[in-house]
């Protein structure tokens, strides 16, 4: 199956494309070329061997220009989306990549010594996806982490790597999510039925610099929710459902719970994430988002 790849663009770079590389790091990015800046310095003292993959999706910030003047050490090339979100942005860099292996890292995931090198030994076991230790840097209380062990649930954008012939075999990200959530897991399941062992790496780590989450987790867990639902109905298996916590008996404990929540609760992060994922779920299920 082809991946989507969305509109065509430009590819501006170094490197023919004719030379192949062990392994292809995927980055989409949108307007924050500082925290990209810090993500592409942390990988110039890598020693094996891989390229990286920019994709700008429709930056209106000065990540162009410097993508136009950054010089690293190893190989990067980059691109540009018109503004369809992460899916079709790795989508594009997955199209141009010329790695055995893929490994999608959002813009705000910084790597840490051993990252690439552990990606890459995962993959001399077939049909294997590949889901890295991903910590908070000590300054940053909130945002995504993973500790293992993993599912295909885990499946993130924060670093997930896999072979190239599988990632195609599966047909990509669904394009169609075009807002915060629900492509990840939907490759994830896709993966599952595809037959794919999912592997926690502990000693392949990176940070997860999400210096925005306090300001954005209760929209991005809305989205999130909406998202879920629109996964669970495109594929019609209630393991979705109770896996994404968005099977109708869950969110009915759910509504109980969080209804009777009282005090300090209720102003706790965790519960105004929860809360906000099941208004989302809840309103999907209601506007009948994603039904076939």
């Known amino acids: 199956m082809n991946v989507p790849t969305g509109a065509p663009a430009a590819v501006r770079g170094d490197g023919p494309a004719s030379d192949m590389v062990a392994i292809s790091v995927v980055i989409p990015t949108h307007d924050r070329r500082p925290l990209l800046e810090r993500k592409l310095r942390a990988l110039e003292a890598e020693q094996i061997d891989f390229e990286v993959i920019v994709v700008a999706d429709a930056c209106r910030d000065d990540t162009e220009a410097f993508l136009d003047g950054y010089r690293p050490p190893y190989p990067l090339r980059w691109t540009t989306t018109p503004g369809t979100h992460a899916a079709t942005a790795r989508n594009r860099g997955a199209s141009i990549a010329r790695g055995r292996v893929l490994l999608f890292s959002d813009d ?10 552990g990606n890459l030994a995962a993959h001399e076991t077939a049909r294997v996806v590949g889901l890295s230790r991903q910590v ?80 954005e987790y209760e929209a991005k867990a809305r989205s999130a929710g909406r998202a879920h639902v629109r996964v669970w109905r495109k594929h019609g298996d209630a393991r979705i459902a109770w896996a994404l916590g968005i099977h109708p008996a869950l969110m009915a404990v759910k509504r109980l719970v969080l209804n009777r929540a009282v005090g300090a609760l209720v102003r706790h992060p965790t519960f105004r994430y929860e809360r906000a994922y099941l208004e989302g779920a809840l309103e999907a299920r209601r506007r009948g988002e994603g039904a076939t």
């Open 108 to 117: 705000d995931v910084v790597s840490l010594p051993g990252w690439l090198a």
């Open 136 to 215: 908070l840097p000590a300054h940053l209380t909130g945002g995504g982490e993973l500790r293992g062990p993993v599912w295909w649930w885990n499946v993130n954008g924060r670093s997930t790597s896999l072979t190239s012939d599988l990632f195609h075999e599966v047909g990509g990200y669904d394009p169609s999510f075009t807002t915060y959530g629900g492509e990840d897991p939907d490759l994830g399941y896709r993966l599952l039925r595809a037959g794919a062992s999912f592997l926690f790496l502990p000693h392949a780590t990176a940070e997860h610099w999400d210096e925005a989450f306090a300001g």
